[in-house]
């Protein structure tokens, strides 16, 4: 039997799947059929420092090969989700990511200060991505501020933390994202990709835009982005240095995307569209998938092959 598990920030996971922070992990029954699922973790929903509806709906589609939403950051404000973290069982083999996404700096270290005086075993994935807040452009397309974000955020949180990243399409952009990165110890994995943000998705028929927010403009996921979710996992797993990982994210339908996604360098895979069209059954499938290519490969674990795609 192929052995899936891994370890992120140190931290074993039974197996390198969960959800993408956004999908099936607002409420607290949501973060239980994570639990029950055969998810090797759970991410929490973005918080934000106070509880936000997000954007009118409708805000989500699915698309021919993908999906658009436009969300907006709904979520119970981060006080729920510090609450679910403290009475979390961390003796129970998955463990718990939390994902916060303060919609300015001083949230952001108001939030991960509140999480580090708890002093919880819960793992940070500081989201730099959200695509969707209108006014409030993505803090990962601006170098600087990103840089300042992790220069106050990294002592605060003091111990080993992640970032979500938006998608990159210019080398020059991946050589500066990472070397930033690189700068701080304390980030030891970075989650690529959010989604490919505002796209516009128009019904032919009624001419008319799919979604509400933002004149229909939304974030692209699901397959139609896994060649790109592919080129930022390896642009990262080739960059970083010491010890940093990359959780990918983007187009997992199955089994053989999660393989291409390890062959990238992934070190865990997180599942968003197929998680929200399919139910948290899609772990158990999509485990069991990559069981059998695992072994039909005649590979035994995720170190066998991660990160040695070839090129020519
Ligand atoms: C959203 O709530 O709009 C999605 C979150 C994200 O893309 O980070």
Known sequence: MADLSTSIAGVRLPNLFFNASGVWCQHEAELADLLKSESGSLITKSATFEQRQGNPEPRYKPLAGGSINSMGLPNEGFEYYLEYAKKFDYSQEKPLFISLSGLSLEDNKKMCQAFA????DCILEVNF???NVPGKPQLGYDMEAMEAALTALAP???KPFGIKLPPYFDI??????AAIINKFDQVQFVTCVNSVGNGLAIDFETETALIKPKDGFGGLGGLMILQTALANVNAFHRRLTGGKQV???G???????AFLHVLAGASAVQIGTQLKEEGPAAFGRIKKELEEIMA???YKSLDDFRGKVKTL
């Open 156 to 158: 605060i949180i003091n």
């Open 172 to 177: 020059a952009h991946f050589d500066a994202v």
């Open 129 to 131: 991505s959200c695509p």
């Open 296 to 298: 039909a490969k005649g």
């Open 251 to 257: 187009g997992v339908t199955s089994g053989k995307e």
């Open 117 to 120: 005086d708890a002093k919880l």
């Open 247 to 249: 959780i990918g994210v």
